[in-house]
Nanobody, 115 residues
Framework: QVLLVESGGGLVQAGGSLRLSCAAS????????MDWYRQAPGKQRELVAT???????NYADSVKGRFTISRDNAKNTVYLQMNSLKPEDTAFYYC?????????WGQGTQVTVSS
């Protein structure tokens, strides 16, 4: 069973920064693509960033240049550094991993950006 545990959310003013962490267990972390998704109230969950097992990254257009996804395979952890935060970044942020055909999600962490 894969377990993903996020941390690092909170309340921040517009223009501020937060760093989210997602600790993974129960899988060979270093071989997995890892993603961050977010879901705002009344909206669909959207993909924010992806990092491959080889460290290649991809971002949603809305966060390019502001967010950075990274991973530490020694710690089985993936990070999301969020800079220049905007009120529209307010959402629940989820860590995601696909193992075979099975999707695994963390419990989520709330990020609130005040204007």
């Amino acid at each position: 069973q894969v377990l993903l545990v996020e941390s690092g959310g909170g309340l921040v003013q517009a223009g501020g920064s937060l760093r989210l962490s997602c600790a993974a267990s129960g899988t060979i972390f270093s071989r997995k693509f890892m993603d961050w998704y977010r879901q705002a109230p009344g909206k669909q969950r959207e993909l924010v960033a992806t990092i491959t097992s080889g460290g290649i990254t991809n971002y949603a257009d809305s966060v390019k240049g502001r967010f950075t996804i990274s991973r530490d395979n020694a710690k089985n952890t993936v990070y999301l550094q969020m800079n220049s935060l905007k009120p529209e970044d307010t959402a629940f942020y989820y860590c995601h991993c696909l193992v075979g055909w099975e999707h695994f999600w963390g419990q989520g962490t709330q990020v609130t950006v005040s204007s």
